[in-house]
T-cell receptor, first 113, second 115 residues
């Protein structure tokens, strides 16, 4: 079965706190891709990161970082020093084969001032 | 570049009416997709296309039809709308090379209400 689970439905933090969004995936394919998308209140979907199954290096981009662990089938996303503008719904997604994205249910992050 | 555009942005239909949603992309992408987004369920794939003239079913295809007559356009049709089709519809496109998947670019969405 191909599946993405984001167990945290909603998270609320105060500005400047660090927050980690969890993502666990299931696939039997050896080659796959993982993605994170952000959906701000305006509704559009914004691409954040893409990672292939052969690259387990963690990645940092400014205040954002991603931890990919094949051993636990997880691809977690951490925001350091959160800001109000980070308030959004965040989706983790899996492409087990060409093209088709399987999305998690999303985690709503609220950052309070 | 406009990226991915969707027409219309909002629509209200009565049960049994039909309509077509238009998606256009100017990035010369081969692959195009239609998703629906419902509260608490993420995005679910309705239909997709891997090239001009081809279409395939996704996870939730019932009640929808699609056509890809031109590479840049992907149409989603509802022949007889039902209240269960009330949702936000997103179109996306992507560049694929063999088995390498690249990120999908999404349109702004169409909010459809069926009464």
């Amino acid at each position: 079965a191909q599946k993405v689970t984001q167990a945290q439905t909603e998270i609320s933090v105060v500005e400047k706190e660090d927050v980690t969004l969890d993502c666990v995936y299931e696939t039997r394919d050896t080659t796959y891709y993982l993605f994170w998308y952000k959906q701000p209140p305006s509704g559009e979907l914004v691409f954040l990161i893409r990672r292939n199954s052969f690259d387990e290096q963690n990645e940092i981009s400014g205040r954002y970082s991603w931890n990919f662990q094949k051993s636990t089938s997880s691809f977690n996303f951490t925001i350091t020093a959160s800001q109000v503008v980070d308030s959004a719904v965040y989706f983790c997604a899996l492409t087990p084969n060409t093209g088709k994205l399987i999305f998690g249910q999303g985690t709503t992050l609220q950052v309070k001032p | 570049n406009a990226g991915v555009t969707q027409t219309p942005k909002f629509r209200v239909l009565k049960t049994g009416q039909s309509m077509t949603l238009l998606c256009a992309q100017d990035m010369n992408h081969e692959y195009m997709y239609w998703y629906r987004q419902d509260p608490g369920m993420g995005l679910r794939l309705i239909h997709y296309s891997v090239g001009e003239g081809t279409t395939a079913k996704g996870e939730v295809p019932d009640g929808y039809n699609v056509s890809r007559l031109k590479k840049q356009n992907f149409l989603l049709g509802l022949e007889s709308a039902a209240p269960s089709q009330t949702s936000v519809y997103f179109c996306a496109s992507s560049y694929e090379v063999g088995t390498i998947s690249y990120e999908q670019y999404f349109g702004p969405g169409t909010r459809l209400t069926v009464t």
